[in-house]
């Protein structure tokens, strides 16, 4: 039986950012974004003040708020049904500085995996390590990756909604991720259907 190697992103696929982010912009800057009107790839929203981007992006190098940010809803259970299918690359652009604190995040919310990656060139890490389906959510990142070949789940989010790509499947969250692995995941047929179908 094959088995598969999946890619899995860091921010906004398995740590839940943009809820905590905004509410600490909200308290800050005095006012009242919601989660459909942050940034969008065609460049409009909220991080066009330049104070909030500042703040914002400074967000990602702090270890005390990343620490307390909490598990994307469905995550543990959608890794431990990765686990069952293959191999599970952890693969992030943070700074290497942040992998102590990032190995600990993970090991505290029980998150299943077998490795992970500190690296921006997510491509060069999918042909090392043989990886055929990635989890992503930044669209520079996926359209490179299904660019190369590589298959990717596109955890939905106001940033990425201008992205169509042939292989790049737009999912709503984990929920629905698992339900479309559903038929991978189970004793029977699953072996005619990876032969015959593939992975989506
Ligand atoms: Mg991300």
Redesign the pocket.
Known sequence: MPEFVFGV?????LVELTGPVLSLLNERFGTDFGLEDPVTQSGEGWLLREEIRDFYWGLFHDEAFLAKAPPVSGCQEGMRCLRRLGRIHIV??RLPALFTSTAKWLETNGIPYDEIIFASDKVAVAAEHGIGHFL???PE?ALALAEAGVEVFL?DHPWNRLLEHPRVRRVAGWSELIARLAGYDQDGDTETQRGTKGLV
């Open positions: 992103d860091v921010d906004s696929v992030t652009a992503e959510d930044t990142q955890f």
